[in-house]
């Protein structure tokens, strides 16, 4: 634990802390086309125990909303057979607009683009959804190797 003192009677609240004011990232964006890079990417348990999701965080790489964060849970394993298809299909998809044939680890979607269709949730209209992948047209960049990797590194004492 962290010693941290703090006193809420020195803080002085403006118009804007009366729960009224939004910021731009408490709205969806716009419906379209954005080119995003994953950011993100971990496997976690469900909420109810029963099975696990695959997390893919994009963040808009171009454009007005540059820096925004789209979130996707792609439910792999699951009770509910359709929610497996579905997961199935969509990474199927992505791995497609990536120009893959698959993955063994997560972190290997780290750091590659695609062209999202986004839209708006269907379930809550605050929140972004995305409904489709596209290849950016730019070859995907093969993992280097350690044979060429640089003999020498800045930080290797000599």
């Known amino acids: 634990m962290a010693k941290f003192n703090f006193n809420a009677n020195a803080v002085e609240l403006d118009e804007r802390d009366d729960g009224a004011y939004q910021s731009k990232y408490d709205q969806p964006i716009p419906e379209d086309k954005y080119l995003a890079e994953v950011v993100e990417t971990d496997i976690r348990a469900t909420k109810k125990g029963n099975g696990y999701y695959t997390l893919v965080k994009w963040e808009v ?46 972190d290997e979607l780290m750091g590659k683009r695609a062209i999202l269709s986004v839209g708006i949730d269907r379930n809550d209209s605050s929140r972004n959804s995305v409904l489709g992948y596209a290849s950016t047209g730019a070859p995907t960049p093969a993992p280097k190797t350690e044979s060429e990797a640089p003999a020498e590194r800045p930080w290797n004492k000599k």
């Open 61 to 106: 790489a171009e454009g007005d909303h540059l820096g925004r964060w789209l979130f996707e849970y792609h439910n792999h394993d699951n009770p509910n057979e359709k929610a497996v298809e579905i997961a199935a299909r969509n990474l199927k998809k992505i791995c497609n607009a990536f120009g893959i044939d698959g993955f063994n680890d997560t």
